[in-house]
């Protein structure tokens, strides 16, 4: 169990001071505050433009050829359109999730100085554990989260002394819930790669394969906001994971930038959102798409999602264009590097019409929804 000071009140402290004003340090620059709006009108005419596209997965391991290349083709083309989407019938069960997600409302509930039993301690290098976010960012800015971070696999790079031991619950059902993850992330890359005209098991391998392919868990919780005009629960980033898989409470908060606008993410139930990363955007030199998105708050309801970052080893795996994704036409679009590279040398801000991963936002402690 990890203890440390607390830098500063937690967001969740904050929220229940009955502030009517957030401190400066939370308030987005200037050039942001335009584009932030109430997430629940948002939510309302989200029926009005571009949508994140809905997968249903249940064919995609289907005996009919032709059944089953239909669902790897949209899952294809919502990578290769949008980085993110929608996944239903994905094969993890409704009673897993749930337990998951009780187990996660139960810790932040506890009290803050139970809490703080758990609390990292960023400024020594250790990321794991409960936190929030120091000002490392973009604009220099926090963002309205506290969170919990924790490996979650292989079982032999995890930390079972820093995980929660309440609820009683929590490790057993993190645990079998990492393991469906892993699983569907094999299908998952199974179908990408046959989408690059490559072997089944290739971008697997390429990512570390069974034994070096690590799972990160972020919870993520965000406190009701007295001014989420003026907030962001996590700032524009794009992930550095070769896939994310992310379980919420059906509040709506997650916005991707699609297309020049921001576009509200509505909420699916019993599904599961999955960004490409940028480890899948480098080996398929940008067939795939890792998409710039942020979370909005609110000041009704508190939102709380599980993201898992299934991530290359930091210094085993070098990320450049594979072979196959290159030639005369379309030239490698990106210079080799460690994933550990990648992330130390990933600059704070994307403009609308960037491609290159390099220009995205910085996400060295795992910001996702």
């Not at 989407?85 to 810790?107: D, Y």
């Not at 926090?142 to 979650?152: N, R």
Request: a negative charge; aromatic letters at 8%; charged letters at 30%.
């Amino acid at each position: 169990m990890v203890a440390t000071t607390a830098p500063r009140p937690r967001v969740e402290e904050l929220a229940r001071s009955g502030l009517e004003t957030i401190p400066k340090d939370y308030v987005r620059p200037q050039e942001e505050l335009k584009s932030i709006r109430d997430i629940f009108d948002e939510e309302k005419s989200i029926e009005e433009g571009p949508q994140l596209p809905t997968i249903d997965l249940e064919e995609i391991d289907s005996s009919d050829e032709e059944t089953r290349k239909k669902c790897h083709e949209e899952v294809k083309k919502a990578a290769m359109d949008w980085g993110v989407m929608h996944l239903v019938n994905h094969g993890i069960p409704e009673e897993l999730t749930s337990r998951v997600k009780v187990a996660g409302k139960e810790f932040f509930e506890l009290p803050v100085e139970e809490k703080e039993k758990y609390a990292n301690d960023q400024a020594a290098g250790n990321v794991q554990g409960y936190g929030s976010k120091l000002a490392n960012n973009a604009s220099g800015q926090l963002e309205w989260e506290d969170y919990f971070f924790h490996c979650v696999l292989p079982e032999d790079k995890r930390d079972l002394s820093i995980w929660p031991n309440h609820p009683a619950d929590y490790i057993a059902a993190t645990s079998e819930y990492a393991k469906q993850v892993r699983g569907l992330a094999t299908k998952i890359l199974s179908v990408l790669s046959m989408g690059l005209g490559l072997e089944r098991d290739r971008l697997e391998k390429e990512v570390g394969g069974l034994e070096d392919l690590i799972l990160q868990m972020k919870m993520n919780f965000y406190p009701k906001c007295p001014q989420p005009e003026l907030a962001l629960g996590v700032e524009a980033h794009t992930d550095v994971s070769a896939l994310t898989f992310i379980l919420h409470n059906m509040v709506p908060g997650l916005q991707v930038f699609y297309e020049g606008k921001w576009v509200t993410a509505k909420c699916v139930p019993n599904s599961i959102i999955m960004h490409i990363g940028d480890t899948i955007e480098i080996l398929s030199n940008a067939r795939y798409k890792s998409i710039l998105h942020r979370g909005l708050v609110n000041k009704d309801k508190v939102r709380i999602s599980w993201a898992v970052f299934c991530e290359p080893d930091k210094e085993k795996i070098v990320l450049q264009p594979l072979p196959e994704t290159v030639s005369e036409a379309e030239p490698p679009r990106f210079t080799p590097r460690t994933f550990a590279q990648h992330l130390k040398g990933k600059l704070f801000r994307k403009t609308d019409g960037d491609v290159n991963v390099d220009d995205k936002n910085n996400d060295e402690d795992k910001s996702s929804y």
